[in-house]
């Protein structure tokens, strides 16, 4: 039984994101840890598939890289990334898969459809000619899809049907990482590097975004954001990269997932990760405040390392996908962290696209790196030369 079994962390509470940040560190500053397995009790051994879930929960396979999906004559993509799903018509859904592989013959997005009963009738590529889409985000009904790399766009793709996507430069040209639109339509982005940015684009045509303004976040010590126009949002070879063109933003180490939650009880909230510094955000954009609603760095034995991909339950709890660390998905509730599942045999790999079904009754996700089959060199998402380790996407079903 690992460390993560043992452990809860005190997390901020909903009422704990109306305090500005200086008041949440001195929450946090001795946390209380409390042995906990979360509602669902501890990880079991490893089931065939080679994950841990709690009783009561089964795993299956629904996609491995260079292979045929099955019920289709698809192949599915290398290096599954971030992923959502979109209700259909006829009471199924689509779950939806970026590819993070540093070629524009790679790359990309892809699909999977499912019939009312979870059966798979169709897989195709929705997006083509792109490198290294790592996350993205669910906007209404259309998959926006970014690419990780300094001349990286977002692409918007049509999840229902085959197709080769379409970009939109006003919303920045940058290291894009995932992305996500609250009620009134604005969208959030973040930005995977060190330096990186905490973004919002204005739309001048609701819905339509391309055109609009684009900002970075400046976050005060009161815990409220202050938005920063970028002047030049479409990087020029030779010419200022967009982070560095308003230097009073606020730094934001490594931006990973960014999510955005509608509850009656908390209003909206848009949730982001950063892995320079393991740290889970909330944003309300109705007040304009930000506050930490994770963070390892003051934690004993944090229970949640390599943040990156996040989505949230029907209920509102966040949920964060691990890349490296122990691969696990984890659950931030209330006042508690704890391990929802956690993949073995697959080293250095991360957990990306945890998406739940419409209906919330499965879920979905992917290790990007499977067990090594071959010896041929194949570059993944870093650019590195490692045999060929075809990526996994699963559905877990149980009692969430």
């Known amino acids: 039984m690992d460390r993560r079994q043992f452990l809860t962390a005190a997390l901020a509470s909903g009422a704990g994101l109306a305090l500005g940040p200086a008041v949440w560190r001195a929450a946090i500053a001795d946390p209380i840890l ?51 799903t979109f209700p259909t018509q006829d009471g199924g859904w689509i779950y939806v898969s970026n590819s993070e592989v540093p070629s524009a013959t790679g790359g990309g997005a892809s699909a999977i459809r499912f019939a009312a009963d979870g059966t798979i009738v169709d897989a195709y590529r929705i997006l083509a000619g792109t490198s290294l889409n790592c996350a993205g985000g669910a906007v209404g009904r259309e998959w926006l899809s970014c690419e990780e790399h300094e001349g990286g766009l977002v692409w918007r793709c049509d999840p229902t049907k ?31 590097e060190p330096d990186g940015l905490f973004y919002r684009f204005t739309p001048a045509v609701p819905g339509n975004f391309s055109a609009g303004t684009l900002e970075a976040a400046k976050w005060l010590p009161s815990g409220h954001v202050e938005w920063l126009a970028v002047p030049r949002p479409n990087l020029v070879p030779g010419t200022t990269a967009t982070r560095h063109q308003v230097p009073g933003a606020t730094v934001f180490r490594g931006g990973e997932g960014c999510y955005y939650h509608d509850a009656a009880a908390r209003g909206g909230v848009v949730y982001i990760t950063t892995k320079g510094d393991n740290r889970v955000w909330a944003y309300k954009p109705a007040q304009r ?35 490296g660390d122990d691969l696990q998905i984890c659950v931030l509730s209330g006042t508690t962290v704890y391990p929802l599942l956690q993949v073995v045999g697959h080293e250095r790999s991360e957990i990306a696209g945890p998406a739940f079904s419409p209906d919330g009754t499965r879920l979905y996700f992917s ?34």
């Not at 993944?380 to 996407?393: E, H």
Request: net charge negative.
């Open 162 to 192: 085959p197709g080769t996507g379409t970009p939109l430069p006003a919303l920045g040209t940058f290291a894009h990482e995932a992305v996500a639109a609250d009620r009134d339509g604005r969208l959030y982005l973040t930005e995977d």
């Open 34 to 84: 409390t042995a906990t397995d979360g509602p669902y009790g501890p990880l079991l051994a490893p089931d065939a598939n080679g994950v841990r879930l709690p009783a009561g929960f089964t795993s299956k396979v629904i996609a491995r890289s260079e292979q045929v999906v099955a019920g289709t004559a698809y192949v599915w993509h290398h290096a599954p990334d971030g992923g959502a």
């Open 367 to 400: 290790s990007q790196r499977g067990p090594a089959i071959a010896t041929a060199p194949f570059e993944d998402g870093a650019g590195q030369a490692n045999p060929v380790r075809p990526g996994v996407t699963f559905e877990v079903t149980g009692p969430f």
């Open 289 to 323: 405040l930000l506050e930490v609603v994770y963070d390892a760095g003051t934690i004993a034995n944090a229970p949640l390392r390599g943040v990156d991909n996040v989505t949230v339950t029907q209920s509102g709890d966040v949920v964060v996908a691990e890349d």
